[in-house]
């Protein structure tokens, strides 16, 4: 392809995106392709020779849009959003045109500094204090895993790096029964092993029961384990529960205890100063992240990670082998450093196009259009009798599920929510997820994708409904 053909096919190509955004209700949400559906559809090797690019977009249309799933869809109610936007998209092409590896501040240092001024815009905008320094992360998985490497690193005095962990180093990590997986994932790579998670018992709010987290770290002294870290959640996955920050922060001050906090969702309801209540505490927080790819609108992946004391974060991951040595490396950041990967994209770019383009008032009344759908549809089905909500909803998340009056046995309502999530699954009009909370089977009710209006969640309501009438009338 040669800069003609290349301008041509990419007007061609905008121009499918245009439509894809302008028809996007038209997809249905979920893809309902089977298992190797796509794989048997494409080429046993690597074309010999090249293809012309209408052949390529023609099969991208017929074999590939059929197995995608729509996380742009305004129907799209599952997981937690993947939202994107349109200046987000353009940075990313540009990024992607550019391809600059930016490890380094010599690398691009526009790059670098431009990450450094976006984490400062990220860091005011949620409100967090200025003692924080930022680095984008891939995703709050990555985050969390540094989080701990440096927590483990500073414990150790940076011995386990050096000498791997010796028989005296007993480390305990604690989290809320309800924290995500990528903890445990971050505790097994880290080598502390799973064991050694200790996974704290929820209250009736899905939130850390911070009593028994008290209790746990004074077990685990008395049976000779170092307490090293706390993950404290902001919004967990299956029901957005916040873990009480200002009790955890006196217990991680009290014992001298590394506290991070996973908000990998809800930390964007924080540009609302209305939402800073989940914030009590920070103070004593030494590594926050938020993933400003999910509900922010900028474009998988994005994941902002901040640290108090970056020092000890460098020390745990600086290597300097000859080639990367370079003159400037007293005077600027090398975020190489600053984490696990070497290489780095311009991911600054899709915020500074984002936050410039909007603007943070734009983005407030989004997140806040979300949270006040939620508590109007809440408020709607919240008065039904054959609703049950399973968990408070904070922010923009409703937990339920379908019970008829006249069903009382837990399998079988189990039965009847999942096949009603599966009926509107399959017929590809929304799309929901599911979690289980005190055993039983929930619907999450998600409402924050950047397109979605109130119709979408009105509409969407009336066909559950049905579905739920029919199923229990016939
Ligand atoms: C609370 C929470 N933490 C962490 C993660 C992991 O995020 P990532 O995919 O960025 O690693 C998720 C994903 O949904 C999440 O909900």
Known sequence: MNIDEFRKHAYQTVDWICEYFENI???????????????????????????????????FKSTIIPGMTHWQHPR???????????????????????????????TSPAATELEEKMMEWLREAIGLPKQFKGVIQDTASTATLCALLTAREKVSNYEVNKSGFNKNQRYRIYCSSEAHSSIEKAIKIAGFGSNNLVKIDVDSQFSMDSKRLNEAIEKDLSDGYTPLAI???????????FDPLHEIAKISEQYGIWLHVDAAYAGTA??????????????????????????MMISFDCSAYFIKDE????????????????????????????????????????????F????????????????????????????????????????????????????SDELEMEKLNQSIMEEINDSGFAYFSHTKLNGKYTIRFVIGQSNVKEEHVLETWEKLEEIYNRKVNT
């Open 25 to 59: 209700e038209k997809y249905p949400v979920r893809s309902s392709v089977k298992p190797k559906d796509v794989y048997n559809q494409l080429s046993l090797t690597v074309p010999a020779k090249g293809e012309s690019f209408d052949e390529i977009l023609n099969d």
């Open 231 to 241: 993950v404290a959640a902001l919004g967990t996955t299956g029901s957005v529960a």
């Open 356 to 407: 410039r383009s909007f603007g943070i008032d734009k983005m407030k009344e989004i997140i806040r259009n979300h949270i006040l759908l939620a508590k109007n549809l809440e408020t709607k089905i919240s008065k039904l009798p054959y609703i049950e909500i399973l968990a408070p909803n904070k922010l923009n998340v409703l937990c339920f599920r379908f019970k008829p009056i006249t069903m």
């Open 311 to 354: 020092e000890s974060l460098i020390r745990t991951f600086e290597i300097l082998p000859e080639y990367l040595k370079t003159n400037e490396a007293e005077r600027v950041n090398n975020y190489r450093d600053w984490g696990i990967q070497l290489g780095r994209r311009f991911r600054a770019l899709k915020l500074w196009f984002t």
């Open 270 to 295: 924080l540009i609302c100063e209305e939402e800073r209540w989940m914030l009590k505490g920070i103070s004593a927080v030494d590594s926050f992240v938020f993933n400003p790819h999910k509900w």
């Open 76 to 106: 799209f109610f599952a997981y937690f959003p993947s939202n994107n936007s349109f200046p987000s998209i353009l940075a990313d092409m540009i990024i992607n045109s550019m391809s600059a590896q930016c490890m380094s501040w010599a």
